[in-house]
């Protein structure tokens, strides 16, 4: 892992022709659509000509889910399997995750570029709350973290948690989710399905974190099994 030591990440160029090619497509989708509204408005094609007439309703829907799309790395793994460690470190190093000697991740954590740091908590199916500033600009541990008292109660997995950093690493749109251990919670595991059924496969990366000292397991096996037989279009 020595290019970690470089000051510009090796995805960076490839990132960036990425945003480029999408405001470009942004751009003609909506040059598309203004000349629908031109045609409609002429009247060149009769007098109750609409939109869904000249581009149906689904290929709308799927156009603009595609352009909402941002390359976004997951990493998964059993319970302390240094899942938030290895992320630091593809992050260039420090603590951009907050680590323990304990299990530590509770809730899912998503990472993502801006000059100043925020988070917001975004409960599953909602809107999520107005942004805060972030003391100290990172994550803290208190904040990802469950009590064993508090993991009793099935409601407080329900959170989701968005923190905006000013990690060069993550710019200009890469956006990098931290799950908690696979099977620890019903409703992380529902999270972690949407994710890969709301991300274009294209811009999905998959990262299944091994414990070094107890390398393969059964566990292991059966959820990079779920994850095919759900998910064929992943490769």
């Given at each position: 892992?020595?290019?970690?030591?470089?000051?510009?990440p090796?995805?960076?160029?490839?990132?960036?022709?990425?945003?480029?090619?999408?405001?470009?497509s942004?751009?003609?989708?909506?040059?598309?659509?203004?000349?629908?509204?031109?045609?409609?408005q002429?009247?060149v094609?009769?007098?109750?000509?609409?939109?869904?007439?000249?581009?149906?309703?689904?290929?709308?829907?799927?156009?603009?889910?595609?352009?909402?799309?941002?390359?976004?790395?997951?990493?998964?793994?059993?319970?302390?399997?240094?899942?938030?460690s290895?992320?630091?470190?593809?992050?260039?190093?420090?603590?951009?995750?907050?680590?323990?000697?304990?299990?530590?991740?509770?809730?899912?954590?998503?990472?993502?570029?801006?000059?100043?740091?925020?988070?917001?908590?975004?409960?599953?199916?909602?809107?999520?709350?107005r942004?805060?500033a972030?003391?100290?600009?990172?994550?803290?541990?208190?904040?990802i973290?469950?009590?064993?008292?508090?993991?009793?109660?099935?409601?407080?997995?329900?959170?989701?948690?968005?923190?905006?950093v000013?990690?060069?690493?993550?710019?200009?749109?890469?956006?990098?989710?931290?799950?908690?251990?696979?099977?620890?919670?019903?409703?992380?595991?529902k999270?972690?399905?949407?994710?890969?059924?709301?991300?274009?496969?294209?811009?999905?990366?998959?990262?299944?974190?091994?414990?070094?000292n107890?390398?393969?397991?059964?566990?292991?096996?059966?959820?990079?099994?779920?994850?095919?037989?759900?998910?064929?279009?992943?490769?």
């Amino acid at each position: 892992m020595a290019y970690l030591t470089r000051n510009m990440p090796p995805w960076r160029p490839a990132l960036t022709q990425f945003r480029h090619r999408k405001e470009y497509s942004r751009k003609i989708y909506e040059e598309c659509l203004q000349s629908f509204q031109d045609i409609i408005q002429s009247k060149v094609l009769g007098e109750t000509i609409a939109i869904r007439d000249l581009i149906s309703d689904e290929d709308t829907a799927s156009i603009q889910k595609a352009l909402q799309h941002e390359p976004t790395i997951v990493f998964m793994g059993q319970v302390n399997s240094g899942k938030s460690s290895l992320a630091n470190e593809i992050l260039g190093g420090g603590t951009w995750l907050p680590v323990a000697a304990e299990p530590c991740t509770s809730r899912l954590v998503h990472l993502k570029y801006s000059p100043k740091a925020y988070y917001r908590t975004v409960p599953f199916g909602e809107a999520p709350s107005r942004a805060c500033a972030l003391k100290g600009g990172v994550p803290k541990l208190e904040q990802i973290c469950l009590t064993d008292e508090e993991k009793k109660n099935p409601e407080n997995f329900k959170i989701q948690l968005e923190f905006e950093v000013n990690n060069e690493w993550l710019r200009p749109n890469l956006q990098v989710v931290d799950l908690p251990g696979w099977n620890e919670n019903r409703e992380l595991d529902k999270a972690l399905k949407e994710i890969i059924q709301d991300t274009s496969v294209e811009t999905l990366v998959l990262v299944y974190v091994l414990d070094g000292n107890k390398m393969l397991r059964g566990l292991d096996l059966e959820f990079i099994d779920l994850v095919k037989k759900e998910f064929p279009d992943l490769n």
